[in-house]
């Protein structure tokens, strides 16, 4: 979703931009704090999984990252731990739809609330 361009100060489009834009830069800083943390995180900029799975992988990553914050872990090694390695197979992602589209009507939605 983009904010709206070219607004009139106090419209709900502007009300809905500026919200967008204070959102953004808070999941941005967290996708950095987390990338930080797990270096897994750190691949190709592109979407190898579909969102769904994506969205658990983030979830969970945060629910780690506030475990560490709660014992007060300082840097989390991987060495030290005993994974079996083992490559996971990409999802096929289906046919993608229109996500511009379908974004927009969501943004709208969003901006009726206003």
Same mark, same amino acid.
């Given at each position: 979703? +983009?904010?709206? =361009? ?12 500026? =919200?967008?834009? @204070? ?6 800083? +967290?996708?950095?704090? &987390?990338?930080?943390? %797990?270096?897994?995180? &750190?691949? /190709?900029? !592109?979407? #190898?999984?579909?969102? #769904? ?7 969970? /990553?945060?629910? &780690?990252? @506030? ?6 872990? !300082? $840097? &989390?090694? /991987?060495?030290? %731990?005993? %994974?079996?390695?083992?490559? !996971? !197979? ?7 739809? $229109?996500? @511009?589209?379908? /974004?927009?009507?969501?943004? $709208?939605?969003?901006?009726? @609330? %206003?």
């Amino acid at each position: 979703m +983009t904010p709206y =361009r070219s607004v009139t100060q106090g419209s709900p489009q502007s009300n809905y931009s500026m =919200r967008h834009s @204070t959102t953004r830069n808070i999941v941005e800083r +967290t996708i950095g704090v &987390l990338k930080n943390g %797990f270096r897994c995180l &750190l691949g /190709a900029r !592109e979407l #190898h999984y579909s969102p #769904h799975k994506v969205s658990q992988v983030i979830n969970v /990553a945060c629910a &780690l990252q @506030t475990i560490c914050i709660y014992y007060k872990v !300082e $840097d &989390l090694n /991987a060495s030290e %731990f005993n %994974f079996e390695s083992r490559q !996971e !197979e990409k999802e096929e992602q289906s046919s993608d739809p $229109d996500y @511009t589209s379908i /974004a927009n009507r969501i943004r $709208d939605n969003i901006l009726s @609330t %206003f």
